[in-house]
């Protein structure tokens, strides 16, 4: 009778393990009641007084974008402007809805010079979604563009 229970037992423990993977596939959106996102964004590669970098963070009904040059989205630079705003419920619930809209993509091999682009949801201390995309060369467009629309119910409030 023992080798008949192992396998019911490995295959029960296996059926918990895909609910589980499909918990954390983000099938409902995150709540704003309990979550963040961070949307961030890195320019090209110029001279420091041109390059642009910025991180907006949305999370309990307002959102705090921090934005300067290199070394702004990493932490190891202090932001030259922050600025927060209120961020309705409805607001947010556009934003995670849109999430599964986001590529997470290199851009075109031996291509410098893109820009980055990232968002990061967390819901208590557990990632629930994470996606970046390099956006250059003939390609630019199609990273960027999913990344820009996800942005919009906010953008023209923080000047993005």
Do not use: K
């Not at 991180?55 to 702004?72: E, K, N, P, S």
């Amino acid at each position: 009778m023992r080798p008949i229970l192992v396998p019911l037992i490995l295959a029960a423990a296996g059926a918990l393990t895909l609910s589980a993977c499909g918990d954390d596939a983000g099938s409902t959106p995150p709540q704003m009641s309990d979550s963040q996102i961070v949307y961030s964004f890195i320019g090209p590669s110029v001279a420091p007084q041109y390059h642009d970098e910025y991180t907006l963070t949305i999370a309990d009904g307002q959102g705090t974008l921090r934005r300067g040059t290199y070394g702004v989205v990493d932490g190891t630079t202090e932001p030259a402007s922050t600025r927060t705003e209120p961020v309705d419920e409805a607001t947010w619930d556009q934003l995670a809805n849109r999430l599964n809209t986001l590529p997470d993509t290199e851009g075109e091999a031996g291509c410098a010079g893109g820009s980055t682009f990232g968002v990061t949801v967390t819901t208590g201390s557990r990632t629930v979604h994470r996606s970046s995309g390099y956006a250059c060369g003939s390609r630019f467009d199609q990273v960027a563009d999913p990344y820009l629309a996800f942005i919009a119910p906010v953008s023209e409030r923080f000047g993005l």
